[in-house]
């Protein structure tokens, strides 16, 4: 069965250092992966995609990815992290064959420290 | 430019009774998705709507029903609340119910059930 796997709950970094937030999937197929962000209150924001091509994605707010199919990892980093930064962080895949519907990772939970 | 709306943002609800929650998207898209996030389980999928005039169970349909109103509104129902439905509910849309069609998600309704 498809799964997203986010191994850390809670990370907890300093203002400046830099981030690296895991996602693992089970997956067969060619996978589409996403990140997505939500800030307190919030909805969740689209931060990056992965369909094929360049294994290395930027997305917004400076994030990255990097799409590893022998590691079957999707790992979210940034270089220098700001306090506007925390927030929890989803990573998902879509499924062939079952349309835009996404199968999400447990989340990550950030804090930034000062 | 509003996106997804929600209403209503919160909702306490004793056993029994019944609710609707409202979603209203203004991005003209086709395909229309209800969530309901859980600590430490991520997104799972209620209900989705490919099109107007269609909708089918995602992964925890049990307790719930939807209806497409038109394009624009799709809304989500608890005949008989239970307190394993107190959660944040989100509203997402997109594009078409493709793989390649990010979703975009609505603010959320946190709702208790006592």
């Known amino acids: 069965a498809q799964s997203v796997t986010q191994p850390d709950i809670h990370i907890t970094v300093s203002e400046g250092a830099s981030l690296e937030l895991r996602c693992n999937y089970s997956y067969g197929a060619t996978p589409y992966l996403f990140w997505y962000v939500q800030s307190p209150g919030q909805g969740l924001q689209l931060l990056l995609k992965?369909?094929?091509?360049?294994?290395l994605v930027q997305g917004i707010k400076g994030f990255e990815a990097e799409f590893k199919r022998s590691q079957s990892s999707f790992n979210l980093r940034k270089p220098s992290v700001h306090w506007s930064d925390a927030a929890e962080y989803f990573c998902?895949?879509?499924?062939?064959?079952?349309?835009?519907?996404?199968?999400f990772g447990q989340g990550t939970e950030l804090s930034v420290k000062p | 430019n509003a996106g997804v709306t929600q209403t209503p943002k919160f909702q306490v609800l004793k056993t029994g009774q019944s609710m609707t929650l409202q979603c209203a998207q203004d991005m003209n898209h086709n395909s229309m998705y209800w969530y309901r996030q859980d600590p430490g389980m991520g997104l799972r999928l209620i209900y989705y709507s490919a099109s107007e005039g269609t909708t089918d169970k995602g992964e925890v349909p049990n307790g719930y029903n939807v209806s497409r109103l038109n394009k624009r509104e799709f809304s989500l129902r608890l005949e008989s609340a239970a307190p394993s439905q107190t959660s944040v509910y989100f509203c997402a849309s997109s594009e078409i119910t493709a793989r390649n069609s990010p979703l975009h998600f609505g603010n959320g309704t946190r709702l208790t059930v006592t």
């Open positions: 992965y369909f094929s091509g360049d294994t």
């Open positions: 998902a895949v879509a499924p062939l064959g079952q349309g835009g519907k996404l199968i």
